[in-house]
């Protein structure tokens, strides 16, 4: 995992919510060799909208793969059902934020639910899939967000 992508979202949607006057705060998890971490990052609010749960990942080529791009834990439970596990347990509303690396990058928030879809169907999600989601532009030092609205995003 590329840690600068997590750091990069971090700074995104902390600016999105000084930008636009909400209340809401993201922080990345420690990672530590003893301690379960079932996202990257998490965003606590007061409102409901942005009480979020997020996994990063960052890749080359233009496909997330759930065999190789998540892993399964020693228990041999995979990614995709722990973090499902966590944002049910915690009530937080669940996003997948993926960064396709190549001559352009590109960054993309999907909801949990559409990526559970995905999970339940096939073998991965197409970089097109993520086009239709909430866009993360990229700006010098990383990237920008306009809107975390699913409604205001989704083009289908």
Same mark, same amino acid.
């Given at each position: ?13 902390? !600016? ?5 006057? %909400?209340? &809401? ?6 990672? =530590?060799? @003893? ?31 759930? !065999? ?5 834990? %020693?228990? &041999? ?6 973090? =499902?596990? @966590? ?70």
């Amino acid at each position: 995992m590329n840690n600068s992508f997590e750091r990069e979202v971090v700074i995104c949607l902390n !600016t999105y919510f000084t930008r636009n006057r %909400k209340k &809401g705060f993201a922080y990345r998890l420690k990672q =530590s060799t @003893f301690n379960t971490q079932y996202v990257d990052i998490i965003v606590d609010s007061p409102d409901r909208e942005f009480y979020l749960a997020v996994e990063c990942k960052s890749l080359k080529g233009e496909k997330l793969y759930f !065999t190789s791009n998540f892993h399964k834990d %020693k228990d &041999g439970v995979h990614q995709i059902d722990n973090i =499902s596990g @966590f944002v049910n347990y915690t009530g937080r509303k669940g996003f997948l934020a993926v960064e396709f690396r190549g001559r352009k990058n590109e960054a993309y928030l999907m909801p949990w639910k559409t990526v559970l879809e995905f999970f339940d169907k096939q073998a991965s999600i197409p970089i097109e899939e993520f086009r239709k989601w909430i866009p993360l532009t990229r700006v010098a030092g990383g990237y920008t967000l306009e809107s975390l609205s699913i409604a205001d995003s989704h083009n289908d």
